[in-house]
């Protein structure tokens, strides 16, 4: 079974930074797609960044140029790292393994809040 355990949200105030971390145990098969999702209040689950096996990255229009998503394939751990931190990205953080097999594997962390004050 497959476990994502995250860790690195809090509190922080507009400017800052916080680098989150997930770290997947189990049977992690290849390839996959590492990945943050976001849930504000009120507001449907987003994509934050996603990273490939082979590195490519996508990025939310929102955190383009402020957050840098990598990944650890030795390790089956990944990160984000958050800078120039805004109010609007307060939510709860997720991070997400999908496993691109057949059948494909959708997998989540138990979430961590990122607050961010103006």
């Known amino acids: 079974q497959v476990q994502l355990v995250e860790s690195g949200g809090g509190l922080v105030q507009a400017g800052g930074s916080l680098r989150l971390s997930c770290v997947a145990s189990?049977?992690?098969?290849?390839?996959?797609?590492m990945g943050w999702y976001r849930q504000a209040p009120g507001k449907q689950r987003e994509l934050v960044a996603r990273?490939?096996?082979?590195?490519?990255?996508n990025y939310a229009d929102s955190v383009k140029d402020r957050f840098t998503i990598s990944r650890d394939n030795a390790k089956n751990t990944w990160s984000l790292q958050m800078n120039s931190l805004k109010p609007e990205d307060t939510a709860v953080y997720y991070c997400?393994?999908?496993?691109?097999?057949?059948?494909?594997?959708?997998?989540w962390g138990q979430g961590t809040q990122v607050t961010v004050s103006s």
């Open positions: 997400n393994l999908l496993t691109l097999g057949i059948p494909s594997r959708n997998y």
């Open positions: 189990g049977s992690i098969f290849s390839p996959n797609t």
């Open positions: 990273i490939t096996n082979g590195g490519s990255t």
